[in-house]
C-alpha cells in the first residue's frame, strides 16, 4: 500500500471504510465482549491461531484503529493505547524491568513519572538515576550493567532541555539496552523518535494528540514484538486499556493534528519572542530561540520547536502566583495541547511531588512557569501576559 504523507495519514491511517460497511467515521464498537461461531472457534481465538476479537480489554475495533494511526505516524510497526498517559508509561517500565534493574532518565521527567521510579524502587528495588545525556561519554558512564532502560524526555518537561536521541539510541544499541523516550510535548508531528532509532515513544495522548482537553488517554509504538510481548503481559494483566469511545475521540482530535500543530507552534514563537524582550521575565526556555542551548538539537531532529513556552519571572513562587491570578484570558490548569491557552507553576503543581533538592536539580525554580500555547489569535495572548505582567 502506498505511503502516504503525514497530513494524510492522520485522517485516512488505520481505517478502510468499506471494512465497516461503508461508514465515513470509524464506528464506536461499545461492547465488552464478542462472541464466536462456535466453541472450536473461542478455542482457536484464545490460543493465538485464529486472529479475531475475544474481549476489549484484549482488543476492541474502535481502538485497533487509533493504534494502527499511531504506528504509521510515528513509523512504528504496532502501537498500543492505554487509559492514561501514565497507564503506558508504567507499562512499558514494567513490561522492561525486574527486581533489582537500573532505570537511567533524562534530567527531569513529569513530576508522575518521577512518583513512579520511586514506587518501583520503594517497592521492587529497581532503582533510578538522572543524567543529562549530553554527550555520548556521559551516558556511557551513567549506564550501569544492571541497566535495562533508557527513559528520555525530550523537550524534558518543564525545562525545555533536549536530548540527542540519535546519540541515545546509538549508546542504546551498543549496549543492547531499549531506549523509550516519551514524545508528549511534541506529538508525532514535530518529532519521530523510533525513525530515529529508539525504541518506543510514549505519548499522553490527553494532550496534542486528542487536542481538545476532553480525553484521557495513552499511547506507546515500537516493534511489534515488543509491542505484542507488552500486550499480552502487563497490559492485559494490569488492565489500563483504552476505552472505545475515547479512542473514537482521538481519532476525530487527530485528524487536525497537522494544522494545529502549525498554529500552536506560530504563536509560540511569537508569543517567546515578546517574553523575551520583557524587562520583568528573567529567561525564557523554549526551542525555538537561537540561545536556546540546545538550539542545535532542536534543529536536528524536530519539523518545529512546538507550543510549549517555560520561563522564569524576575522574583519568587509570590511573584509568579501573582501573576498567574492576573491573567484574564490565559486558563490555569496543568494539561498542555488543548485549543485553549493554559499556564501552570511546576514547582507547586505538576512536579509538587519532587522533593524540592530534586527540583533544584531538574533546574525547576519558584518563579518557573510553563505556558501551553493555544490556538486563539496571538495578539489577544500577547496582551493578556503584557497586563498581567505590568501588574506585578
Avoid at 491461531?49 to 512504528?76: C, H, K, W
Avoid at 551498543?174 to 511534541?186: A, L, R, S, Y
Avoid at 531538574?362 to 496571538?378: F, K, N, P, Q, T
Wanted: aromatic residues 8%.
Amino acid at each position: 500500500m502506498k505511503k502516504h504523507q503525514f497530513e494524510t495519514m492522520t485522517i485516512h491511517g488505520g481505517y478502510r471504510s468499506n471494512e465497516f460497511k461503508g461508514s465515513l467515521a470509524p464506528p464506536i464498537f461499545q461492547t465488552s465482549t464478542f462472541t464466536f461461531e462456535n466453541a472450536e472457534q473461542g478455542e482457536r481465538r484464545f490460543s493465538g491461531e485464529e486472529d479475531g476479537f475475544i474481549y476489549s480489554r484484549l482488543g476492541n475495533p474502535t481502538v485497533a484503529s487509533f493504534e494502527q494511526r499511531m504506528a504509521q505516524l510515528e513509523q512504528a510497526e504496532a502501537a498500543l493505547a492505554f487509559g492514561s498517559g501514565m497507564a503506558a508509561v508504567s507499562a512499558i517500565l514494567l513490561s522492561l524491568t525486574r527486581a533489582g534493574d537500573h532505570i537511567l532518565c533524562s534530567q527531569g521527567v513529569y513530576g508522575c513519572t518521577f512518583g513512579l521510579l520511586k514506587l518501583m524502587e520503594e517497592k521492587y528495588k529497581i532503582t533510578h538515576d538522572f543524567s543529562s545525556m549530553k554527550s555520548r561519554d556521559e551516558l556511557l558512564q551513567a549506564i550501569r550493567p544492571e541497566t535495562t532502560c533508557l527513559y528520555i524526555e525530550t523537550p524534558i518537561n518543564p525545562t525545555m532541555q533536549l536530548v540527542d536521541l540519535e546519540m541515545a539510541a546509538d549508546v542504546g544499541r551498543e549496549k543492547g539496552i531499549p531506549v523509550v523516550v516519551d514524545n508528549t510535548f511534541c506529538s508525532p508531528y514535530l518529532q519521530n523518535p523510533v525513525a530515529l532509532g529508539c525504541d518506543i515513544v510514549v505519548h499522553s495522548a490527553t494532550k496534542y494528540i486528542s487536542g481538545h482537553g476532553d480525553v484521557i488517554a495513552g499511547i506507546a509504538a515500537g516493534s511489534k514484538e515488543m509491542m505484542a510481548k507488552i500486550a499480552q503481559t502487563t497490559q492485559k494483566d494490569i488492565g489500563g486499556v483504552l476505552s472505545p469511545f475515547d479512542a473514537w475521540l482521538l481519532l476525530r482530535g487527530l485528524k487536525t493534528l497537522a494544522v494545529r500543530m502549525d498554529r500552536h507552534t506560530e504563536n509560540a514563537e511569537k508569543l517567546a519572542a515578546f517574553l523575551c524582550d520583557h524587562v520583568k521575565v528573567a529567561q525564557v526556555y523554549f526551542p525555538g530561540n537561537s540561545k536556546h542551548p540546545d538550539y542545535r538539537i532542536a534543529n536536528k531532529q524536530m519539523r518545529k520547536p512546538g507550543g510549549l513556552i517555560s520561563f522564569e519571572l524576575k522574583g519568587d513562587k509570590r511573584a509568579a502566583q501573582a501573576f498567574m491570578n492576573e491573567l484574564q484570558l490565559i486558563q490555569i490548569a496543568v494539561s498542555l495541547g488543548d485549543a485553549e491557552t493554559l499556564i501552570q507553576h511546576p514547582a507547586t503543581m505538576t512536579h509538587a511531588s519532587v522533593p524540592p533538592e530534586d527540583r533544584v536539580q531538574m533546574g525547576i525554580s519558584d518563579s518557573l512557569l510553563r505556558l501551553s500555547v493555544g490556538l486563539e489569535a496571538w495578539e489577544d495572548l500577547r496582551e493578556d501576559l503584557e497586563n498581567a505582567l505590568a501588574k506585578i
